[in-house]
């Protein structure tokens, strides 16, 4: 920062401390110039250095076109120049709100936390429940009229570019703060829910499918992006619906994704399978497969019950048939009861209450549509080619050679090479992005992703998913 200022010294242009000193002269950065008074400066920051975390102090005239502010362990202090905060990786976590995000990880009553201190979230945008309709914990109760009220209401003014396998799907984003209009949530199909983990509503879009499903979708991400915010304690979770269930599908869902796990779970931080060291409570929502939970050398049927019975956390609990409710959510609204779906791809869906869904809820919370579009593409080709390939991996699982590759999936599914190369692509940035932040800043935890939600970009050759 002190690069146009070659003759600064310490003591005299610029001082070590947030304490006010007081000088006969003072150096004015903005003017580049000695001053004899200080009642029209600003004294702030000036400069940082990354290496050793020191802050250099200052004088300056107020210029609002290059000043902000930044927080320092709870102080607010301001900034000559935001340009150079950005250069050394701060992040804007308000409008023109800068922090060190070395300063956002902490420990408190045992837990790993995102924020300045305890007491101090990095956003808070509160409102009550806004809402004429229902307050409800799951989304099908309002399923059929809000499929209605956005069928009636929609005016589609975007599209998904690339083609994608004729499956639905559905989002559920957990916010922190804020709300979204009730006239916006009608007219994109957009169910407001309450969730006991978090501190914002939760929204849950109604089943989407293809080009026209993505545009929609595009938009919600940015009505959402406006109106919501999130932080540690929100996730973002994806179902994608399959046209008809049997004890092949179960059977074969469970060793394939245990057998692509690894490749997953490689593109989101560490922890996200281990998430009661940093949201509330002791739950895990996001644990790897149980492993070895079916024995691979028994016949379709046997291996299925052993599935059953460990999804259905009942010893002695007998198969009805699919779409049963849970033993443990009877009545369909205690979905939090059935821990079994606490898993970073959760098959209860499959067996149990009707949906017909395969939900993934590895994801780091996020409401940006550079990360959720491209989640879905990959999401739904890895249900397209479990239900093209389902008697080959139980074939291979039972001779212990099943192998399957991420890359070689999302080429298979894909018959347009652009969006293969865009989504390799992408797959490849995210597990580089995972490693930097866990080795830059310590954080397996995602804390560093979803403070630059709201500004991650990801461009890949210009090619756009929407138009």
């Not at 920062?1 to 310490?10: C, I, Q, T």
């Not at 050679?401 to 989504?423: A, G, P, Q, W």
Request: with cysteine; charged share 25%.
């Amino acid at each position: 920062m002190f690069k146009n200022d070659f003759n600064v010294e310490e003591g005299v242009h610029y001082f070590l401390t947030q304490t006010i000193p007081s000088r006969s002269r003072y150096y004015d950065f903005e003017k580049k110039e000695m001053r004899s008074s200080a009642s029209s400066l600003i004294y702030g920051v000036v400069n940082f250095d990354p290496l050793s975390q020191q802050y250099y102090y200052g004088f300056f005239s107020r210029n609002y076109a290059k000043n902000a502010s930044v927080n320092i362990l709870g102080n607010v202090v301001t900034v000559f120049d935001k340009k150079y905060l950005k250069e050394v990786g701060f992040l804007e976590v308000d409008p023109d709100m800068y922090i060190n995000p070395r300063n956002l990880i902490y420990k408190y009553n045992g837990k790993l936390s995102m924020g300045n201190n305890y007491k101090t979230p990095v956003r808070n945008r509160k409102y009550p429940w806004m809402y004429d309709f229902p307050n409800n914990y799951g989304a099908k109760f309002l399923l059929e009229d809000f499929k209605r009220y956005h069928s009636d209401n929609y005016i589609p003014n975007r599209t998904g570019v690339f083609n994608l396998p004729n499956l639905t799907f559905g989002i559920e984003f957990e916010t922190c703060s804020g709300s979204v209009p009730q006239s916006e949530c009608a007219r994109l199909g957009l169910i407001p829910l309450k969730d006991g983990s978090i501190t914002g509503n939760e929204y849950a879009t109604i089943p989407h499918k293809g080009k026209e499903g993505i545009g929609v979708l595009h938009e919600t991400c940015e009505v959402l992006q406006n109106y919501c915010d999130i932080d540690h304690q929100c996730s973002l979770h994806v179902h994608v619906g399959v046209p008809s269930v049997d004890k092949t599908l179960v059977v074969a869902a469970y060793h394939y994704f245990k057998t692509l796990e690894p490749q997953i779970l490689a593109m989101f931080p560490s922890m996200m399978t281990a998430s009661s060291s940093f949201k509330k409570g002791d739950k895990d929502y996001c644990k790897k497969l149980a492993k070895d939970a079916c024995d691979s050398s028994l016949s379709v049927e046997k291996q299925f019950k052993q599935l059953f019975d460990m999804y259905a956390e009942t010893p002695g609990f007998v198969f009805e048939g699919f779409g049963a409710n849970h033993p443990h959510d009877r009545d369909g609204n205690r979905k939090w009861e059935v821990h079994a779906r606490y898993k970073w791809v959760n098959l209860v869906n499959l067996i149990f209450g009707g949906a017909k869904t395969i939900e993934f809820r590895i994801h780091t919370p996020t409401l940006n549509k550079y990360k959720v579009i491209p989640w879905v593409y990959i999401c739904n080709s890895l249900v397209w080619y479990l239900l093209n390939h389902q008697d080959e991996i139980i074939k291979s699982a039972s001779s212990g050679k099943l192998k399957v590759d991420l890359n070689s999936i999302i080429s298979s599914c894909f018959k347009d090479r652009t969006i293969v190369d865009y989504l390799l692509s992408y797959i490849s940035h995210r597990m580089k992005m995972v490693v930097q932040h866990q080795i830059s800043y310590g954080d397996r935890c995602g804390f560093i992703e979803i403070l630059d939600d709201f500004a991650y970009s990801y461009d890949y050759k210009q090619i756009e998913l929407v138009k």
